[in-house]
């Protein structure tokens, strides 16, 4: 079975500047896909990124950007000029062929004006 | 449609009674997934159709947990006999279906809160 583990509950990061969410994973499979997900206060999710394991080029959309370690199994989340619009807890994610995913138990972030 | 819409958005039930929650997904869209999301135990994974496919039910945690899929389309998902502890949003998901590449991207709806008294 896969775990997620996101060890920072809540961060806060003040508007225009950079902060790196962390997550780990554990799995004994080769082949699977890692996923960032948004949930703000309206309660859908939205993709933020996505990581396929099998590519050593780190995944870039935008302010978003991930630092994806395969040996260590970590998969950190950057965001670049953070916007007020970006307070909302953050789900790191794992799935692998079966598709379901597995999720971190969150970090609650707040930009500060 | 133009994302995954969910019914009714919030529900309040009395402890033992039954509830529908229903999830229509994005056209064409082939999988669908249902989680639930509760301050102790976190986004769970409950239940998964994937076209005609037998549901992978792995994720229900009781017998009073059941879900259909009709004609490829709409899911209800069926909590009978509800309990307090089954107060949770529960999300549904759609994709594509495919193992590997962009389509196995899930979206999700917005949820529905259920409340157990």
């Known amino acids: 079975a896969q775990t997620v583990t996101q060890s920072q509950p809540e961060m806060s990061v003040q508007e225009a500047e950079t902060v790196t969410l962390s997550c780990t994973y554990d799995?004994?499979?080769?082949?699977?896909?890692l996923f960032w997900y948004k949930q703000p206060p309206s309660r859908q999710m939205i993709l933020v990124i996505r990581q396929e394991a099998y590519k050593q080029q780190n995944a870039t959309e935008n302010r978003f950007s991930v630092n994806f370690q395969k040996a260590a199994k970590s998969f950190s989340l950057k965001i670049s000029d953070s916007q007020l619009g970006d307070t909302a807890m953050y789900f790191c994610a794992f799935a692998n062929a079966g598709n379901m995913l597995t999720f971190g138990g969150g970090t609650r972030l707040m930009v500060k004006p | 449609g133009a994302g995954v819409s969910q019914s009714p958005s919030n529900k309040v039930t009395e402890k033992g009674k039954d509830v529908e929650l229903r999830c229509d997904p994005i056209s064409g869209h082939t999988a669908l997934y249902w989680y639930r999301q509760s301050l102790g135990q976190g986004l769970e994974f409950l239940i998964y159709f994937q076209g005609n496919s037998a549901p992978d039910k792995s994720g229900l945690p009781s017998d009073r947990f059941s879900a259909e899929r009709t004609g490829g389309s709409v899911s209800t998902l069926t909590i009978q006999r509800t309990q307090q502890e089954d107060s949770a949003v529960y999300l549904c998901a759609s994709s594509w279906g495919v193992a590997g590449g962009p389509k196995n991207i899930q979206y999700f709806g917005a949820g529905t809160r259920l409340s157990v008294l």
């Open positions: 799995t004994s499979e080769s082949n699977y896909y």
